[in-house]
T-cell receptor, first 114, second 115 residues
């Protein structure tokens, strides 16, 4: 079955500290992988995406993610968290076939402490 | 380009009433998706349009749910005989074609509360 697992429901990080959000997926075909961020009352904004090639991808707002096929993982990282990064983060997987919809994880809520 | 627009942003309705939500995608985006997001969950795919053609609707939650995109531009999602379990955020997204590598842009959603 196709699925995305985000093991951490809620994470609290001190401002300036590093961040890693975990994402594991199960997908029968070559996966396209995405990280989205959602602030309260807002829609989802794409942070980064992976289709092929270099397994370390850079995104907006200083985020990066690494695709590890052997571990079926696509973890999101940021070296230094800012208070404005507090939000909910969703990992999603989709396929290469036209029209394939995204399958989302349940999300990880990030809190940033001062 | 003002992004994906959804109307209304909030809707409170009584159980049993019908509701209709509108989504205006980014102009010239051929693909339009509807998702539902309940509290503590990620978005759940409902249906998808390529221009005016509804290419996937098997994920619509019941026959009370229907969606249209009559002219290949804006889309509507209708829920008939609403139930309390329909309370959720309904998200619309659009993306350009061709290929599936294009980013899906999401609207801010319509939050439905059924009382």
């Amino acid at each position: 079955a196709q699925s995305v697992t985000q093991p951490d429901i809620h994470i609290t990080v001190s401002e300036g500290a590093s961040l890693e959000l975990r994402c594991n997926y199960s997908y029968g075909a070559t996966p396209y992988l995405f990280w989205y961020v959602q602030s309260p009352g807002q829609g989802l904004q794409l942070l980064l995406k992976y289709f092929s090639g270099d397994t370390l991808v850079q995104g907006i707002k200083g985020f990066e993610a690494e695709f590890k096929r052997s571990q079926s993982s696509f973890n999101l990282r940021k070296p230094s968290v800012h208070w404005s990064d507090a939000a909910e983060y969703f990992c999603a997987v989709g396929g290469g076939q036209a029209g394939t919809a995204l399958i989302f994880g349940k999300g990880t809520t990030l809190s940033v402490s001062s | 380009d003002t992004g994906v627009s959804q109307d209304p942003r909030h809707k409170i309705t009584k159980r049993g009433q019908n509701v209709t939500f509108r989504c205006d995608p980014i102009s010239e985006h051929n693909r339009l998706y509807w998702y539902r997001q309940t509290l503590g969950q990620g978005p759940e795919f409902l249906t998808y349009f390529q221009n005016e053609a509804q290419l996937e609707k098997s994920r619509l939650l019941s026959d009370r749910f229907s969606a249209e995109r009559p002219k290949g531009s804006f889309s509507t999602l209708e829920i008939q005989r609403t139930e309390q379990g329909d309370s959720a955020m309904y998200l619309c997204a659009s993306s350009p074609s061709p290929g599936n590598r294009a980013e899906a842009f999401f609207g801010q959603g319509t939050r439905l509360t059924v009382v």
